[in-house]
């Protein structure tokens, strides 16, 4: 699986200078969904899904 994120952050040259606290934030949260998803495909949590 791949994420390809893109983001323009606000407010100009303002909100360029928290582009990198932007940047380290969707990078921690992008892995923290891919290693959620892992662990829930490889354990026993995806049964929980199944209908019945």
């Known amino acids: 699986m791949r994420d390809d994120v893109r983001f323009t952050?606000?407010?100009g040259p303002?909100?360029?200078l928290g582009e990198p606290v932007a940047r380290h934030r969707l990078r921690w949260l992008?892995?923290?969904?891919a290693d959620a998803l892992k662990e829930l495909a490889e354990g026993e949590g995806w049964q929980r899904f199944l209908d019945g």
């Open 9 to 11: 952050v606000p407010l």
């Open 14 to 16: 303002l909100g360029r």
């Open 30 to 33: 992008v892995d923290y969904h």
